[in-house]
């Protein structure tokens, strides 16, 4: 079945510890992206990709850094995790970038203690 | 700041009510228009969306949304909600003049009661 694969599910991290989700799509899609779900703020913006090889910074960037190797991968990693990054994260791709619909991955629910 | 704003935090129906969520935007220019649905344990999925043409939209399962370009407005409506409507529904806008990247509002929780 086509579509978003993310790793792990939910994941429990030390404060101060690395942390890399996984994304990888199936479509082709060129753009990807990684957004953050934090309860009435909706979904925020990390970081984006609107090709292989290219990344962008979206609205809360800081603390998290990405790459995209190739067009069907595009991890999000946490060098050093602080409790402030609990949440649950979302990759998401679509066609191209802009107006497109995006489709969505099940979400990696992580907590920093 | 640009930013989507969704009125109602939480909201809760009884079946066969009426809906109708608010959605307003503060971008200029050229906009497209998005509803995405999240329900329980499950990942966001397209509700319905607006690009250009009859402002009037309709998505699946019976929702539509209108744009009004005047009141920077795309609100959300159901004529009849059911139990299964209950969900976490998000307004997303991109604009031309903010990098056509997708803004979401911070969301609304519906729950219907049967």
């Known amino acids: 079945i086509a579509g978003i694969t993310q790793a792990p599910t939910s994941q429990i991290l030390a404060a101060g510890r690395r942390m890399t989700l996984r994304c990888t799509q199936d479509?082709?899609?060129?753009?990807m992206y990684w957004y953050r779900q934090d309860l009435g703020l909706g979904l925020r913006l990390i970081h984006y990709s609107n090709t292989a090889g290219t990344t962008g910074k979206g609205e809360v960037p800081d603390g998290y850094s990405v790459s995209r190797a190739n067009t069907d991968d595009f991890p999000l990693t946490l060098a050093s995790a602080v409790p402030s990054q609990t949440s649950v994260y979302f990759c998401?791709?679509?066609?191209?970038?802009?107006?497109?619909?995006?489709?969505f991955g099940a979400g990696s629910r992580l907590t920093v203690l | 700041a640009q930013s989507v704003s969704q009125h109602n935090h939480h909201v809760i129906l009884s079946e066969a009510a009426s809906l109708e969520l608010g959605c307003n935007y503060s971008y200029g220019g050229t906009v497209n228009l998005f509803w995405y649905v999240q329900y329980p344990g499950q990942h966001l999925q397209l509700l319905l969306k607006?690009?250009?043409?009859?402002?009037l939209v309709k998505g699946i399962k019976g929702f539509e949304a209108e744009f009004i370009k005047s009141k920077f407005s795309f609100n959300l409506r159901k004529p009849s909600v059911q139990w299964s409507d209950t969900a976490e529904y998000f307004c997303?806008?991109?604009?031309?003049?903010?990098?056509?990247?997708?803004?979401f509002g911070g969301g609304t929780r519906l729950m219907v009661k049967p």
């Open positions: 479509m082709r899609h060129n753009a």
């Open positions: 607006y690009f250009s043409g009859d402002p």
């Open positions: 997303a806008v991109t604009a031309n003049n903010a990098g056509n990247m997708l803004t």
């Open positions: 998401a791709s679509s066609r191209e970038s802009g107006a497109n619909v995006l489709t």
